[in-house]
Structure formats: C-alpha cells, structure tokens
T-cell receptor
Framework: DAKTTQPTSMDCAEGRAANLPCNHSTISGNEYVYWYRQIHSQGPQYIIH???NNETNEMASLIITEDRKSSTLILPHATLRDTAVYYC??????????????FGPGTSLSVIP | ETGVTQSPTHLIKTRGQQVTLRCSSQSGHNTVSWYQQALGQGPQFIFQYYREEENGRGNFPPRFSGLQFPNYSSELNVNALELDDSALYLCASSLESYNEQFFGPGTRLTVL
C-alpha cells in the first residue's frame, strides 16, 4: 500500500501557484519524499525530492513540514501544460538499502485557462 | 543524453500467448525498474534489476519475469497472458537502485 495520501483532484487557474498537498504521517527518518507527475498517456516524469529541508529546482518547490508528516509541492506559475496526475511517494534512498517505489492514485491537477 | 526508450509502443496479443517488452535505459544508468499501470490507476511495481540481477519484486506471479543485459537494457517477459494483463507497461532507469527514476513512454499491451 502507498504510504501517502493526496487529494483526488484539484483545479488551479492558469498563471497562479498550484499547491499540491501530501500527507505521509508514518514516514521514517531515512525516507525521502519524491514527486512525479504523469501527463496523459505518457510515462511519469520526476519533479523533485527532499528529506527534511525545503527544495527548489527549475520545475517546482517542495516544502516539507518540520515534523516531516506532510509536504506541499508548489508549481509557482501553473500553465495548461502542467495539467497532469501528480504522485507523492516516500521511499528510502540510501546506498545500503533497497526500497521499492509505491505509487498511490495521485492528485489529478487541472489547470484552468 | 538519450532518455529511456521502450519498444514496441503498442502490442495486441491473445489470451495464453507470451510477450516480450524491451527497455533501453538512460545512458550511464545501471538500474531498471518495471511497472504495470492499469487504466485510471497509479503504476504498480513489478520488479527491479540492478547490474543484471533482480533486486526486488512486487506482488506479481512468476509468469512475469525479466532480464537485464550487460549494457543495462532490459526485457520484461509475460507468459500465459490473461485479460487482466492489459495495461501500460513502464520501465524506469536510475543511476544506482536508490536514486530518482526516469521513465520511458511505456508499451500499451492489449490482451484479447
């Protein structure tokens, strides 16, 4: 079973920030939070990941709460091309451990013109 | 840098047949993971290959098997196809088993 819960769907106005929440209340100390997205009929695309500090890259920002039980993916200026299913995943990411990637149903984000 | 590629794009088989799907990993990546994605659901982990050895397996029966070659490309074989095997099959490569995964476009398998 997936270790995360996400809203089933969300809408966002084009040009506005899209804030996608994820709960991972049972996260372990050595588990990272990963985000992927999947545009219709394509393979999932890696977006960003983090352990406990906030992270930012050219695609998005990841905000992780201090207790690490939840996080938010932020797309700062959503465009129509950001319409996709967004998956939040927690997994160990250490060379001494193997941990399979478990996808939940994700959040279907619709960016509205 | 070449991304992850998969072949074929689409495939139609009949129940009971066998199928082989292929995946070429991203340059420099030594790990390939395979996923099955049914319509409207998230991808489900099948197994992972790391440096030519199976490195972990999801809840799939033995008729799902795989191989990884010295160049780190990979095959997924499914025997005795069932109707429920109809899905999008995704492979993902990564540099080491624990790093972020980069997905191919998938192979759409239809079993009639």
């Amino acid at each position: 079973d997936a270790k995360t819960t996400q809203p089933t769907s969300m809408d966002c106005a084009e040009g506005r920030a899209a804030n996608l929440p994820c709960n991972h209340s049972t996260i372990s100390g050595n588990e990272y939070v990963y985000w992927y997205r999947q545009i219709h009929s394509q393979g999932p695309q890696y977006i960003i990941h983090g352990l406990k500090n906030n992270e930012t890259n050219e695609m998005a920002s990841l905000i992780i709460t201090e207790d690490r039980k939840s996080s938010t993916l932020i797309l700062p200026h959503a465009t129509l091309r950001d319409t996709a299913v967004y998956y939040c995943i927690v997994r160990v990411a250490e060379s001494t451990s193997y941990d399979k990637v478990i996808f939940g149903p994700g959040t279907s984000l619709s960016v509205i013109p | 840098e070449t991304g992850v590629t998969q072949s074929p794009t689409h495939l139609i088989k009949t129940r009971g047949q066998q199928v082989t799907l292929r995946c070429s990993s991203q340059s420099g990546h030594n790990t390939v993971s395979w996923y099955q994605q049914a319509l409207g659901q998230g991808p489900q982990f099948i197994f992972q290959y790391y440096r030519e050895e199976e490195n972990g397996r999801g809840n799939f029966p033995p008729r799902f098997s795989g191989l990884q070659f010295p160049n780190y490309s990979s095959e997924l074989n499914v025997n005795a196809l069932e109707l429920d095997d109809s899905a999008l099959y995704l492979c993902a490569s990564s540099l080491e088993s624990y790093n972020e995964q980069f997905f191919g476009p998938g192979t759409r398998l239809t079993v009639l």
